[in-house]
């Protein structure tokens, strides 16, 4: 059975840091490209960070270039997002997500599998 879980969302204070998880099951991480979105109320789903398939290339929304660091161990099936100077407008659920494409790694169209995602609030 195939399955994204994310996971250390949490309320934190604007500044502050999280660091978000990302574990699969039933594939093997090393065959995807690993992307991390976020929704927040009444906002379009948007890209965050993606990671190829070797963490040597990553990439990053505009929003956060700085700011969160994507990164990945395959032999632990496991995708890291370390969220450093958090801001409130930072505040939403943030989804791991994962494809075996190679369309644009920034456009959720062509993800194979989503996790339900995990809550980030950042208060001010």
């Known amino acids: 059975q195939v399955q994204v879980v994310e996971s250390g969302g949490g309320l934190v204070q604007a500044g502050g840091s999280l660091r978000l998880s990302c574990t699969v099951s039933?594939?093997?991480?090393?065959?995807?490209?690993v992307g991390w979105f976020r929704e927040a109320p009444g906002k379009e789903r948007e890209f965050v960070a993606g990671v190829e398939w070797s963490d040597a290339y990553t990439y990053y929304g505009d929003s956060v270039k700085g700011r969160f660091t994507i990164s990945r161990d395959n032999a632990k099936n496991l995708v890291v997002l370390q969220m450093n100077s958090l801001k409130p407008e930072d505040t939403a659920v943030y989804y791991c997500a994962a494809t075996s494409g190679v369309g644009h790694i920034k456009s959720k169209v062509g993800y194979n599998y989503w996790g339900h995602g995990t809550l980030v609030t950042v208060s001010s």
């Open positions: 039933g594939f093997t991480i090393n065959n995807y490209r």
